[in-house]
């Protein structure tokens, strides 16, 4: 017997546009994926079964005209708990006479401590320069930063080696990533190691601003960048922590395990193809890792800070680079995208069940299971990817359907969404930081423009193509 499905009522369908673009706006994919990883319970990690300290730890800094914050990213290293053995700076060969390395010499020398420095006497590149050194040093731990980044946290490098070593397939572990202040500089501008170096001479701030325009468009720009970093980081990425056990995009100061990342670096960063030239090496390297069963981890309790030399005008451009980057990565791991689901595990060996337990996310290493058995960090990987989709199209589908009125309405309720988060997830004032978010609200609403221009232009090179 044939069952007939009744239509929808007429006042119902007229107001499915309206709810296609409420939905996209307010419950976009990664808010659910946070929202959802929030109801995990957080896993139980076995511990990293020996002393962290005992770890050999290397650092590596790509500079290129680094000159204003090179002493500030030593001396956050200089503060930390866990001292790295070695300290090495690579030297693109166009900032090869810009002072960076005489700075970092001086720096160091004051502070008892050696420094190595690599020129590159031909240009190849941060990714090049990444992979070179993945396979000349033999540390255990490759932690990498840029000279314009700031470790703030004095257990950084502690937290993020022992969370390195807390579980299976681990690869690389980061901290929260928030923007350098004027205060923060002036903070560290104060520590002993800062004043050693200076030698009883005054201290003049760089990268201060030239006039008040600029400065308060800094200022508006490190606000948007603050609030959208805690929402990104303590809420979206924790998420993804509880629900998948790793983030799509390590960040900041990222400390990875040197062998999984020298047995990587060849294949995805050494090559000038194209994809490669085109993404984030970070970004391409979260992308790399999940697609052969590694995962990157966030400890979001530590800060690194990173410094930022452009204004408010320079929020949509640097919004449009990362969604272009964010799409061609997704291009080449198309396979990770496609393909999210959880596949079952093998049955362990007897004895092993506690070890499972403990340790969920355990799966199998190597690119040809990711069609065979899937990742389950593909979900956070697709979710972003929709969200940069989604986002545009509702927006079309309302104002062709006649719906254009109400995404004013839509948009209030989902700033007011997003404050909500915003207040859960602050470490300070929350009035403070609700303010804040009031006002840097219309910046990330030019991000989502961004978003939708990148989207149609990728869309439009692989037409092409």
């Not at 006479?97 to 006497?121: K, M, S």
């Amino acid at each position: 017997m044939a069952v007939s499905i009744p239509p929808l009522p007429h006042a119902l369908a007229a107001e499915a546009p309206w709810v296609f673009a409420a939905g996209c706006f307010v419950l976009a994919p990664t808010a659910l994926v946070g929202a959802t990883g929030w109801l995990h319970r957080p896993a139980r990690a076995g511990g990293p079964g020996f002393d962290v300290r005992a770890a050999t730890v290397d650092v590596v800094i790509p500079v290129c005209r680094n000159q204003s914050t090179i002493v500030l990213c030593l001396a956050g290293l200089h503060a930390q708990t866990l001292r790295p053995r070695r300290i090495r700076l690579v030297e693109d060969c166009s900032g090869a006479r810009d002072g960076t390395a005489v700075l970092a010499r001086e720096f160091a020398q004051a502070n008892g401590f050696r420094i190595e420095v690599v020129e590159q006497h031909e240009p190849g590149g941060r990714a090049a320069s990444l992979a070179a050194q993945a396979e000349l040093l033999d540390g255990d731990v490759m932690v990498v930063l840029d000279a314009d980044t700031v470790i703030d946290s004095p257990d950084y490098l502690e937290r993020c080696v022992h969370a390195l070593y807390e579980g299976a397939g681990v690869a690389g572990a980061c901290g929260a990533r928030l923007p350098l202040r004027g205060s923060d500089r002036r903070r560290w501008a104060m520590s002993d190691a800062f004043r050693r170096w200076l030698g009883g001479d005054r201290w003049r701030d760089p990268l201060v601003p030239r006039n008040g325009v600029q400065c308060f468009s800094r200022w508006l720009a490190e606000r948007h960048g603050e609030c959208v970093g805690l929402v990104q980081q303590r809420f979206v990425h924790r998420g993804q922590l509880r629900a998948f056990g790793g983030i799509c995009h390590p960040c900041g100061a990222v400390a990875y395990r040197r062998r999984y990342l020298a047995a990587l670096s060849h294949q995805y960063l050494a090559s000038d193809d194209e994809a490669r030239s085109a993404c984030d090496e970070d970004l391409l390297l979260g992308f790399a890792l999940a697609h052969e069963g590694f995962r990157t981890v966030q400890v979001p309790e530590v800060i690194a800070r990173v410094h930022s030399a452009q204004g408010v005008t320079a929020v949509p451009r640097a919004r449009l680079q990362y969604t272009r980057a964010f799409l061609e990565a997704g291009r080449r791991f198309r396979a990770l995208l496609r393909m999210p689901r959880r596949a079952p595990l093998a049955e362990p060996a007897h004895g092993c069940e506690r070890r499972r337990h403990a340790e969920p996310f355990r799966q199998p290493f190597g690119a040809r299971f990711t069609h065979a058995r899937g990742r389950p960090m593909g979900w956070a990987f697709a979710c972003t990817a929709l969200d940069k989709a989604l986002l545009p199209l509702a927006v079309v589908v309302a104002v062709a359907a006649g719906f254009g009125s109400w995404l004013a309405w839509i948009a209030l309720v989902e700033l007011g969404v997003w404050l909500a988060v915003l207040a859960a997830v602050a470490s300070g004032p929350r009035w403070r930081t609700l303010g804040c978010g009031l006002l840097v609200a219309p910046l990330r609403y030019v991000e989502m423009a961004a978003d939708a221009v990148a989207v149609a232009g990728f869309l439009g090179t692989r037409r092409r193509g």
